[in-house]
């Protein structure tokens, strides 16, 4: 049985959203997805509250949701892909849980990237992904308790997370 959160970090386009929603159904436990989480206190799209209040002010926010997770019940979280980059944030999923990074190769996120989905890259090329990629990867890498490779299709990769969580409990 699960006793604590079960955080997933990583690109956007990594697969933290796909895989984590199929591992909490296969756990039969809480979904619980930080962006939309975001949303819904603040009654804004994503997309608005970065514009009308700017990445910070959504970083922020961010935290206030992890700090909200620690009266709930265990879960699987989807992160933001910015939010390992904030301190404060590794250090309430080092309290709270496990963390696993989903890693996808580059070239893999590259080709199917949904960009106009995600606010902070809107306007971005492949460059801009690029050098996201480059930006966070050490962030995911130095946060995680565990890795888990998201190469190799959906299907294995939701198999290997399962898997890896049950592992732990």
Do not use: W
């Not at 804004?44 to 620690?70: C, H, Q």
């Amino acid at each position: 049985m699960l006793t604590m959160h079960v955080f997933l970090v990583g690109m956007a386009g990594g697969g933290k959203t796909s895989l984590g929603k199929k591992l909490a159904s296969n756990l039969k436990l809480p979904y619980v997805d930080t962006d939309v989480k975001v949303s819904e206190m603040m009654g804004m799209s994503e997309k608005d509250i970065y514009i009308n209040l700017g990445e910070a002010f959504f970083r922020s926010a961010e935290t206030g949701v992890l700090m909200s997770l620690a009266s709930e019940p265990p879960s699987i979280v989807s992160t933001g892909g910015g939010l390992p980059t904030i301190k404060e944030n590794v250090m309430l999923m080092q309290n709270q849980g496990v963390i696993i990074h989903i890693d996808r190769p580059l070239d893999q996120i590259l080709s199917d990237i949904k960009i106009d989905r995600r606010p902070h890259l809107e306007n971005a090329g492949i460059e801009d992904v690029i050098n996201l990629y480059n930006r966070t990867i050490g962030y995911y890498k130095a946060c995680a308790d565990y890795t888990l490779d998201n190469s190799f299709g959906f299907a294995l990769g939701a198999a290997n997370l399962t898997r890896l969580v049950k592992n732990l409990y």
